[in-house]
Every structure is written in structure tokens, then in C-alpha cells.
Nanobody, 115 residues
Framework: QVQLVESGGGLVQPGGSLRLSCAAS????????MGWYRQAPGKQRELVAT???????DYADSVKGRFTISRDNAKNTMYLQMNTLKPEDTAVYYC?????????WGQGTQVTVSS
């Protein structure tokens, strides 16, 4: 079993920054990819960013140039550095790990961008 725990969410003013963390633990053997998704009220969950083995990164168009995904393999931890935050970035952010044809999800962390 794999456990994912997110942290780092909170309330921030427009233009501010936050750094999310996702710590993975449990029976982790092969990680194909890790990523961040978000879900705003009344909307479907959407991809924010992913990082695959070899360090290949993909971003949603809405966050390109503002968000950076990274991963510390030694710590089994993934990060999302979010800069120049906008009110439309407000959502619950979920950590995802894809391994051996299975998706694992964290419980989510709330990010609210408001003045």
C-alpha cells in the first residue's frame, strides 16, 4: 500500500507564492510518474503538472511559467512551487503517484488565493 500526504496549502494574496509538498511512503517499488492535480468548487479535477522518470515535466497551460514541479527521489517527496498566484488557482490540490498501473491519491490540501 502507498500513502501520500500533502502539506503546504493555505491562504495567500494574489501575486504571492506557496510551496506544496507530497511525501510518499509505503510499498513503493517503481514510480512511473508523480503529479499534482486540482479541483475547484463545481469543477472537475484537472491536471496541474506531472514529472516522469528521467525528469520530464509537463504543465497545464494555465500554470506554465508560474509553477514548478520537482521531486527528491531520496526522500520520496514531490514539490510544487507556485508563484504569481491568481484567484483562479484557488482549489484543493491533490498529489498523485502512478505505479504498476495503479493510481494513488493524497487527501488534498486547500489553496486559497484571495485579498
Amino acid at each position: 500500500q502507498v500513502q501520500l500526504v500533502e502539506s503546504g496549502g493555505g491562504l495567500v494574496q494574489p501575486g504571492g507564492s506557496l510551496r506544496l509538498s507530497c511525501a510518499a511512503s509505503g510499498s513503493i517499488f517503481v514510480i512511473t510518474s508523480m503529479g499534482w492535480y486540482r479541483q475547484a468548487p463545481g469543477k472537475q479535477r484537472e491536471l496541474v503538472a506531472t514529472i516522469r522518470n528521467g525528469g520530464v515535466r509537463d504543465y497545464a497551460d494555465s500554470v506554465k511559467g508560474r509553477f514548478t514541479i520537482s521531486r527528491d527521489n531520496a526522500k520520496n517527496t514531490m514539490y510544487l512551487q507556485m508563484n504569481t498566484l491568481k484567484p483562479e488557482d484557488t482549489a484543493v490540490y491533490y498529489c498523485n503517484l502512478y505505479s504498476r498501473l495503479r493510481d494513488y491519491w493524497g487527501q488534498g490540501t486547500q489553496v486559497t488565493v484571495s485579498s
